[in-house]
């Protein structure tokens, strides 16, 4: 089936998500729409979807105007969609999921479970997925969940598939298997969408590909193109890829983590007996794919966790059984992964942000009074260091951009006296300008002296900073590796294979 | 370029690992018990026989009463849970679950060794006892039921107090008019479902806070309720509150089973009816395509929209049923139990279910279980109070929320509730 987009306009109160977008998508082609965090790609495949009504434009299938009240007409038109966070229940079973909304029954609404089941193992069957129907969708690794979301589209007969970044919670090898459904469903005739922001997969799967930059196309490029070329089309300028970066300089040992083990209230052990060191001046990545202990990992460090064993030296400093406050007393900086929710207040101004951490005494509060103006002082002088682009320091900072946001974070967590450097995905969400900045400043910090862990699920940012990689899976670490390591042996190693050479 | 060769993942190594828990909840809880039976039980131990009655006068089989001297039976059953108490530690020890049937041959046999101890020298009639119990449980059942479905789809029901007592005023009144009982168990759901439309409207249109609306109805319930009733009713009872009651009706044959018969099967048409929408509820709500789609907009609101599912329209007429349902169960009180309607007649029933919704996890059957617990707490403390039992009565009046509280607290360990209760659902 045909799919075309034609002058899609969405707008949310001032902000114009989608600006007259044009799009033509052909049966048994794959079509990646490319484009930086908030261009506005999901905005316009949620208003494909039903899921948003569109302010002006038309949706066409096979040259025919459709008109969707809701994600049940685009889906009962044929259009499928692969969401980025998942649309499962997660304490339903697959065949419940796949059947969800599409119910066949018995008399009187009883449901009919085995067609369910069978449709299940009748679509498995065909690309050769091993998915047991009856398993609860919160029991499977997320890469056996986004198989069972394909399934369901394909039992509802979609002609058009749209992946909405399907490969941001995979591993790389997770990633190849998806690139290889994606040619057999196109071989089948199935038109799809595949959005990204990953220049590699773009070029590895497309048949075309349509660049969005702030809600406007602004240009086609072939899967030919270079990633240069395809980067400054999405950015509008010319970008830099690699980080700049000197050798690294390690010095004494830093941090001595040793035997960590993290569990739950219910005894499931997130973090697995994991022992590592990182040294003054050096970088130590932890890669992996997400959910595999790595924020247990930090979040343990900084006091957060409080079914900890083992124990945690920084500078001759037993951090295991402090507080949070203490933790950041002996010196921890911390960006946390998630800086909407633990990271920043949304609404306190930036100023009030900076001193988030700072409430105990001098220089900002004395005799349980806040010294505005040493605030106000302090705060001018990070909003110019760190760039941070707003109207001023009372702004508030739930109305920043994502970039913007991560910048306070980071002033508030760098202008302090830092024996360790934390920073959970500091990138995530962060148009590629932030991206360059937020690199650039963890690099400098390297280079002052500070050890530096970097999380993170993203390859590419693991190689452009990492001087070691560390990678966890299922809460141990299975190897520490150069920070050169290639591509698919991290990959391997994301997905639980030890390195029999490096580990040792 | 770096070699490194990778082993593959060792076999066995799917399941997540775990370290396990200790939990001395069960055995310090158990040795709290041990130590009041032992105060109660053999230091104020009580000299007499307790008899039970398994019978009432109507059987057809009449099963002899059975015998227990008080003190003995309190410190054979004070040694038996204190073994069982040993053994729970041990267990805690070795990290190792409690089974369920421990806990509940303990809580056997500290009630059997309390109910001897308090009837001391008098005869207990379990029939009466149990049969009570279950009538009391009846309008709990009923709006916990309620609770369930409007909570698994997505609305958190606090105002099963008020859709109880609006079922009761609304029954009396059609019942007293039209001198039909089931025109009256008729309004009585409209009027639950009635105070459901003000709860759905606000909470699932304009997205106000589920629980302060609910808290509202029922202050509103209570308040129209007890105005109605002073100046329609009293000066009139006879036309406005005399309703045609419901009476008991004994089931040809099942009645006469020894013992389950007397209890089950001689209740009025309410209790009956409840047996019914327990089982339907459980049911449709695991069987039927109505309850797959119910489940889906309490868990994952956005999952459900993506696949067609209409989720405010599901929440909105789901809430609906439940208050009729619930309201249905409040004319079990002026229809059945009293046969005329009183001010603040439910008395907090509607609490108490809300407690049962969650003791008994947002499940149907769990949740009449709870109810049917804290309604035989109740109907122990009439009982014994009838008995004459060296308690106070003040401390037997508070049993039943004791248990509640326990129940609450202690024994739910750790539960889920439907993962989108109390969100609003709100889209662009």
Sequence with gaps: MKLELRGITKRFGALTANDHIDLTVEPGEIHCLLGENGAGKSTLMNVLYGLYRADEGEILLNDVVQKFEGPGDAMNAGIGMVHQHFMLIPVFTVAENVMLGNESTKAAGVLDLETARAKVREISARFGFDIDPDAKIEDLPVGVQQRVEIIKALSRDAKVLVFDEPTAVLTPQETDELMDIMRQLKAEGTAIVFITHKLREVREVADRITVIRLGKVVGEAEPTASNAELASLMVGRAVSLTVDKAAATPGDDALVVDSLTVTDPIGQVLVDNVSFTLKRGEILCVAGVQGNGQTELTEAIMGLQHRVLGSIVVDGTELVGKSPRGVLDSGVGFVPEDRKEDGLVGEFTIAENLMLDRYTGEPFVKAGTLQLDALAKFATEKVAEFDVRAQGIATKVGRLSGGNQQKVVLARELSRELRLFIAAQPTRGLDVGSIEFVHKRIVETRDSGVPVIVVSTELDEVAALADRIAVMYRGRIIGIVPGDTPRDVLGLMMAGETPAEVAA | ?428
């Design chain 2, 1 to 428: 370029m770096i070699d490194v060769k990778t082993t593959p993942v060792p076999a066995g190594g799917s399941a997540p690992a775990t370290i396990a828990v200790r939990s001395w909840k069960a055995p310090i809880g158990f040795s709290a018990f041990v130590v009041i039976a032992a105060v109660l039980f053999i230091g104020l131990g009580r000299d007499g026989v307790t008899n039970f009655r398994l019978s009432t006068n109507s059987d057809l089989i009449q099963l002899p009463e059975i015998p227990l001297p008080a003190l003995a039976t309190g410190i054979v059953a004070t040694a038996a849970m204190a073994t069982i108490t040993v053994y729970a530690f041990l267990r805690a020890r070795e990290a190792k679950k409690i089974p369920l049937w421990v806990t509940t041959l303990f809580a056997v046999i500290f009630l059997t060794a309390f109910l001897t101890w308090a009837a001391a020298g008098a005869t207990l009639p379990m029939i009466g006892l149990l049969a009570g119990a279950l009538t009391v449980s009846t309008p709990l059942i009923f709006g916990s039921l309620g609770g369930v479905i409007s909570e698994r789809v997505g609305v958190v029901n606090i105002a099963i107090e008020g859709q109880l007592l609006s079922g009761a005023f609304v029954a009396a009144l059609v019942a007293s008019i039209t001198g039909n009982p089931f025109a009256g168990l008729a309004g009585a759901m409209l009027a639950g479902a009635l105070v459901s439309t003000i709860l759905a409207s606000f909470s699932i249109k304009y997205f106000v806070d589920q629980i302060i609306v609910g808290v509202v109805l029922n202050v509103l319930v209570i308040g129209l309720t007890s105005f109605l009733f002073s100046t329609l009713m009293s000066g009139n009872s006879a036309a406005f509150n005399a309703p045609a009651r419901f009476e008991r009706i004994a089931i040809p044959l099942l009645s006469e089973i020894p013992i389950l018969g007397p209890i089950l099967f001689r209740q009025s048409i309410i209790v009956y009816l409840m047996y019914i929408a327990v089982v339907a509820v459980w049911f449709a709500l695991f069987k039927t395509r109505w309850g797959l789609r119910l489940r889906a907009v309490g868990e994952h609101p956005t999952a459900a929209d993506t696949v067609g599912i209409k989720v405010r329209a599901t929440r909105f007429w789901n809430v609906l049923l439940a208050g009729a349902i619930v309201g249905g169960g409040g004319a079990f009180f002026s229809l059945a139990a009293v046969g005329s309607f009183q001010k603040e007649m439910t008395n907090g029933a509607g609490f108490i279910a809300l407690a049962a919704v969650i003791f008994g996890r947002w499940d149907p059957i769990r949740a009449t279980l709870a109810a049917l617990l804290f309604g035989f707490a109740t109907n122990l403390q009439s009982t014994l109070s009838i008995v004459g039992s060296p308690v106070p009565s003040e401390f037997m009046l508070m049993l039943p929320y004791i248990v509640t509280i326990f129940a609450v607290a202690g024994l739910v360990g750790y539960s889920r509730p439907p993962a989108a209760t109390g969100k609003p659902y709100i889209t662009s």
